[in-house]
């Protein structure tokens, strides 16, 4: 999937494909909970899941490196302390929410994430790309 979201990225279409990815992410999230009685609903939404990952990834950083070329190793840093700060706290608020409501609680902390990702997405896409500057 990395190297499908790379030759989107590569045709300059990142932003649009952005929000694909984020709309499957989110598909994934209904299908794992789905999952808590269903095997193949689990599978298919772990291997979704994994897909729009990956291709988020390499879009986001595609994304965050043009914004200032020259200084590529810090945005990296910056980017990838944020990833890495953002994992931690997503596992802590579903090792919460595992706790208080089970698998549909993990679910639903991810399938959360996912929604505001998705609409950050459509903010910045469609309205604030209409706004004169």
């Known amino acids: 999937m990395a190297r499908f979201a790379g030759k989107l990225t590569n045709k300059g ?6 929000g694909a ?22 599978a298919i939404g772990v291997v979704l899941m994994d897909m729009a990952c990956q291709a988020l990834h390499v879009t986001n950083q595609s994304l965050i490196y043009s914004i200032r070329p020259e200084m590529q ?45 998705l609409m950050g997405w459509l903010h910045e896409r469609y309205l604030t790309s209409n706004k004169v500057r």
């Open 13 to 18: 279409i990142a932003k649009g494909a952005t």
């Open 21 to 42: 990815y984020l709309a499957i992410m989110l598909v994934s999230f209904g299908l794992l909970w789905m999952g808590a009685h269903s095997v193949v609903m689990l």
């Open 73 to 117: 190793s810090r945005l990296a840093t910056v980017y990838m302390t944020s990833f890495i700060l953002s994992g931690a706290v997503g596992t802590a608020l579903a090792a919460l929410m595992y706790g208080q409501y089970g698998w549909m609680g993990v679910c639903m902390v991810g399938g959360g994430a996912a929604c505001i990702g």
